[in-house]
C-alpha cells in the first residue's frame, strides 16, 4: 500500500474560489481524519469519519468548510468560499478502530490563498 | 473535553545535551498518549506510545497521571532529532486523536 494519499501537494488560489483537498487512506482502515497545520494554533482536528460517517465535525471552524466521504477509499474536504486566513498545510490520516492503534498521515496539501 | 497542551513552541539545544519536550494533558478518562515526529518534507508519524514504554531513537516518555504530563525526553540529543515533535491523546470512545500545538526542536553542532 502507498499510504494514505494526498492530492494536490499544493494549491495557489484567489480569495473567493472554491478549493476542493482530496485524500485516500488506506485501504482496510476504518477511520479518516482531516487535520489543520499552522503555525500558531499547531494540529487542529477538523472532522473525522467512521466508516464513511461523520462523527465529530466540531473542529470545523467555519460554515464554509465541508466534508465528505462518500466510499471507503476518498475523502474531500471542500472550502467555499476561500479566504487568505484559510492558508495552511492539511492534513489527511486513516487508522483502524482499537486501543493504541497508530494514526497513518498523507504528506499534505499546502493551501495559498491569495 | 480532551486537550493537550505543550508549552513550548521551541528547543534549542547542542548537540549531546539533554532534551525534553513538556506535554500536559486534560481527560476525564484513562489515558491514551502518543509522540509523533515530523521531520522536514516527511511525513507526520508515530514515535513512540505510552502503552509500549520503548525507547525510540533513544527518546522515552513516561505518563504521569498525578502531574497529567507526558514528557519526552532523550539524554544526548543528536542533530538529526532535529523535526517538530506532537504530543498526541487519544480517546477510545470514539477514536478521537487530538494533538497539541507542537514543539519545534533544533539540535545545533
Known amino acids: 500500500d502507498a499510504g494514505v494519499i494526498q492530492s494536490p501537494r499544493h494549491e495557489v488560489t484567489e480569495m473567493g474560489q472554491e478549493v476542493t483537498l482530496r485524500c485516500k487512506p488506506i485501504?482496510?482502515?476504518?477511520?479518516l481524519f482531516w487535520y489543520r497545520q499552522t503555525m500558531m494554533r499547531g494540529l487542529e482536528l477538523l472532522i473525522y469519519?467512521?466508516?464513511?460517517?461523520?462523527?465529530?465535525d466540531s473542529g470545523m471552524p467555519e460554515d464554509r468548510f465541508s466534508a465528505k466521504m462518500p466510499n471507503a477509499s476518498f475523502s474531500t474536504l471542500k472550502i467555499q468560499p476561500s479566504e487568505p486566513r484559510d492558508s495552511a498545510v492539511y492534513f489527511c490520516a486513516s487508522s483502524l478502530v482499537g486501543e493504541n492503534t497508530e494514526a497513518f498521515f498523507g504528506q499534505g496539501t499546502r493551501l495559498t490563498v491569495v | 473535553a480532551q486537550r493537550v497542551t505543550q508549552p513550548e513552541k521551541l528547543l534549542s539545544v547542542f548537540k549531546g545535551a539533554p532534551v525534553e519536550l513538556k506535554c500536559n494533558y486534560s481527560y476525564s478518562g484513562s489515558p491514551e498518549l502518543f509522540w509523533y515526529v515530523q521531520y522536514s518534507r516527511q511525513r507526520l508519524q508515530l514515535l513512540l506510545r505510552h502503552i509500549s514504554r520503548e525507547s525510540i531513537k533513544g527518546f522515552t516518555a513516561d505518563l504521569n497521571k498525578g502531574e497529567t504530563s507526558f514528557h519526552l525526553k532523550k539524554p544526548f540529543a543528536q542533530e538529526e532529532d532535529s523535526a517538530m515533535y506532537y504530543c498526541a491523546l487519544f480517546k477510545a470512545a470514539g477514536n478521537k486523536l487530538t494533538f497539541g500545538g507542537g514543539t519545534r526542536v533544533l539540535v545545533k553542532p
Open positions: 469519519f467512521n466508516n464513511n460517517v461523520p462523527i465529530d
Open positions: 485501504s482496510g482502515h476504518d477511520y
